[in-house]
Every structure is written in C-alpha cells, then in structure tokens.
C-alpha cells in the first residue's frame, strides 16, 4: 500500500512541477511578445529611451539577477521546474546586459536603432526558451 501511495504522490509532483514549468513557458513567449511590440512602437514612433532610466534599472536588475543566478545555479538540474526557473534568470540577466550595451549605444549614437536591434534579439532569444521550456514540460505532462 505504501509503495502504491508513494507512486501517486510522485506522479502528482512530476505533474505539477510540469504545469508549473508549462505555466512558466506561457509566460516567457508573452513576454517575448511584449518585446516585440515595444521595439515595433518604437520604430514607428522614432521614440528615443531615455538612457539614465534605462542604465539605473539595469544596473540594479543585473545586479539582483546575477544574485538569483548564483543561487539557482546548482539545482538547476535538479527537475524541469528548477531548470525553468533557471533558464528564467538566464535570460533576464541576457536583457539586463543587452539593456546596458542598448543605454550605451543609444548614448553615443543619439539614435532608437540600438533599442531596436537589442529588442528583436531579446524577442529571439525569450521565444526561443519558451519553446524549449514549453516542450519538455508538454512532453513530461503526457508522460506522467
């Protein structure tokens, strides 16, 4: 009886850490959606960001990225949901940084192209992990 209990409560955990991941997955190609719009409104609006804002924010996001990084880099192997969240703070720190090198360009060039390019990269790169993410977690939901 204890072996067949043992059994459910550990579909029961591989199903939620895979909805869990799945949920994620949604979340990072909305996010990446957002990206993409802000850079397309940006080139139709010739907008340029200010670049003190953007530093400041970056700066203190890397920052405390970089810390949640650390952290979670030894477990980021332990099951689907800690390699999601993982994966999560990889990319944030990827749009910190990119978000820094954008506020320099930006600086030196007076111009909106590098918020652009760095937004379409951004969009790339989040689409890219949500997919990653949404397979392997779609893929685990049906084999639990």
Known sequence: MRTAFKVIVEWINVKAQAGSAFLKGIIMFLFAIVVFARASYQ???GATPEVVLMSTVGVVALLANLFCLLLLTRHRK???NMSSVWLCSR????????VL?????????HSPLPD???GLLLTFIFAKSAGQVLSQSWKEMRQA
């Open 43 to 45: 080139l139709f609006t």
């Open 78 to 80: 332990d099951n689907l």
């Open 91 to 98: 990319n944030d720190i990827i749009a910190n940084t990119s």
């Open 101 to 109: 090198v954008a506020a320099g360009l930006i600086f030196l060039t």
């Open 116 to 118: 652009l390019a760095i």
